[in-house]
């Protein structure tokens, strides 16, 4: 706010003795400087809360919305100026915030374990299969084997998070890697 709207909204006695270069005239320029940081904000309010515009911290804020915490190192951060990195890169994180609504409308399905998949590593390929046979020779019911592209060896400790906790609770999933 500028100061002299400022001075508009003051008493009336205080905006008599307003004059360029009084004493008045510098406090309402200090507070002129400090609505200006909050202005600009809210002013582009709307690049807060998009997760493709927003600043990175804030990124993770809005995962954690979204109770993706566990793609989150919490570890990372002290002493910075950020709430934490994310163990899904930035750019795969804002991904899985941009489709969070999607992805929790066909939760539990394999669609949902696939769509999570890519969205999180960034990679194509990942494919569910039906799991080992019975004794009888036929799939189990509660079991499947996903196959994960070979450039997935590189994030296997995140696809392995990633399918204990987005995967039916009563499933069982084996995680096997595609040759090159």
Not at 72 to 100: F, M, Q, W
Not at 110 to 135: K, N
Not at 143 to 151: E, F, K, N
Request: proline share 6%; hydrophobic share 45%.
């Amino acid at each position: 706010m500028e100061a002299q709207r400022i001075a508009r909204l003051l008493p009336e006695i205080f905006a008599a003795a307003h004059q360029p270069g009084s004493v008045l005239d510098a406090v309402l320029g200090v507070m002129e400087a400090f609505h200006a940081p909050n202005e600009a904000l809210l002013m582009d309010l709307d690049a807060t809360f998009d997760p493709w515009r927003a600043p990175d911290g804030f990124v993770t804020l809005m995962a954690s919305w979204l109770a993706l915490d566990p793609y989150i190192d919490a570890e990372a951060g002290e002493g910075d100026d950020r709430r934490g990195r994310a163990a899904v890169d930035t750019a795969n994180l804002r991904e899985l915030i941009s489709h969070a609504a999607e992805l929790d409308r066909i939760r539990g399905t394999v669609g949902s374990l696939i769509r999570f998949l890519e969205l999180a590593t960034g990679l194509q390929g990942f494919e569910l299969r039906d799991g080992p046979p019975d004794v009888n020779g036929k799939p189990s019911a509660f079991a499947a084997r996903l196959a994960a592209p070979a450039s997935a060896r590189s994030c296997q400790q995140l696809v392995e998070l990633i399918v204990a906790r987005e995967k039916p609770a009563f499933t069982t999933i084996e995680i096997t890697y595609q040759d090159s």
